[in-house]
């Protein structure tokens, strides 16, 4: 489904972060897909073609996707209902951590290494990567402190890995 008229090449992460910023203008394209089970995060492809992957996320409290890569890919998320938390590892010290409300946005390359989390109830965010995903890195920490990095499908849903809830 080409409804978006999006150039025939990979975005960079200011395209991306205009990209989600412009889909939120445009809720007739998306809010069809909202809901909330409770239970599991929803989530639902929007849009997917060789350059780029644009999805939609809905978030209850506690909602977290654990520590993760975007392999090759750049990304961008614009959240459009309540609030999710970014956090972001750093060695021999707490993660750096903001909360993104509704209405803010943010971009990040391939080299980028986070987890998000749902900060209330039921938020929602828009999300585009490029190229599109394949594949995923989600780390763990084994008892020892030695990272680990396991390499998933981007159509998993993303949770924190048994092994280890922290970096």
Same mark, same amino acid.
Request: proline fraction near 5%; hydrophobic fraction near 35%; aromatic fraction near 8%.
């Given at each position: ?5 999006? &150039? !025939? #090449? ?18 007739? #394209? ?6 909330? +089970? ?6 639902? +492809?929007?849009?997917?073609?060789? %350059? ?10 506690? =909602?977290?996707?654990?520590? @993760?890569? @975007? =392999?090759?890919? !750049? ?11 970014? +956090?972001? &590892? *750093? ?9 993104? =409300? ?7 390359? &391939?080299?980028?290494? @986070? ?11 828009? @999300? ?6 394949? *594949?995923?890195?989600? %780390? !763990? ?11 998933? +499908?981007?159509?998993?849903?993303? *949770? &924190? ?7």
């Amino acid at each position: 489904m080409k409804w978006l008229s999006l &150039p !025939s #090449r990979n975005l960079d992460r200011a395209e991306l972060q205009a990209l989600v910023d412009d889909l939120a203008a445009d809720p007739e #394209r998306w809010h069809g897909h909202v809901a909330f +089970s409770g239970q599991n995060r929803h989530y639902v +492809s929007l849009h997917r073609d060789e %350059y780029v992957d644009v999805w939609l996320l809905c978030w209850e409290h506690g =909602d977290d996707t654990g520590w @993760h890569d @975007h =392999d090759i890919s !750049s990304g961008a998320v614009r959240v459009v209902r309540g609030a999710v938390r970014e +956090s972001s &590892p *750093r060695i021999g010290g707490d993660p750096v951590s903001r909360v993104v =409300d509704a209405g803010a946005s943010f971009s990040f390359g &391939p080299e980028h290494i @986070h987890r998000l989390a749902g900060e209330n109830e039921q938020a929602v965010s828009l @999300h585009a990567y490029s190229p599109p995903l394949w *594949r995923l890195g989600q %780390y !763990s920490v084994d008892p020892d402190g030695v990272m680990r990095r396991e390499s998933v +499908s981007y159509a998993d849903e993303l *949770r &924190p890995l048994e092994a280890g809830q922290a970096a």
